[in-house]
């Protein structure tokens, strides 16, 4: 019976590991402002994907003209998913935003 290694799993992801360890180091550094600018970054990232939506939706409609109904409820459900997932972003920022606010006025 052969074992396997963990040592060969680790090594690949080892960068990967220091990579991401160097944001949260700076965590304390930057503090609550720091937060918020990540917070603001989530919600920008969350007006993106849903103009990315739109735009992708926006092109299939518009552009390639009349849709049969089954590429209709294709492209529609598909743009209802991504808008979830924008909206989902935005309020996570506003979260992350509004915490670092209270943190920066209480603090």
């Known amino acids: 019976m052969r074992r396997d290694s963990q040592l060969a799993l680790l090594v690949p992801l080892f960068p990967i590991f220091l990579l991401g360890m160097l944001p949260m180091l700076l965590f304390p550094l930057v503090g609550f402002a720091g937060l918020a600018v990540i917070g603001v970054l989530v919600i920008a990232c969350g007006f993106g994907e849903y103009v990315r939506a739109m735009a992708e939706y926006n092109e299939h409609v518009i552009v390639r003209g009349y849709l049969a109904r089954s590429d209709q409820g294709r492209h529609l459900s598909s743009l209802k998913s991504a808008s979830r997932l924008a909206k989902g972003f935005t309020a996570a920022g506003v979260g992350i ?10 603090n």
């Open 97 to 106: 935003t509004s915490i670092a606010i209270i943190g920066l006025y209480c």
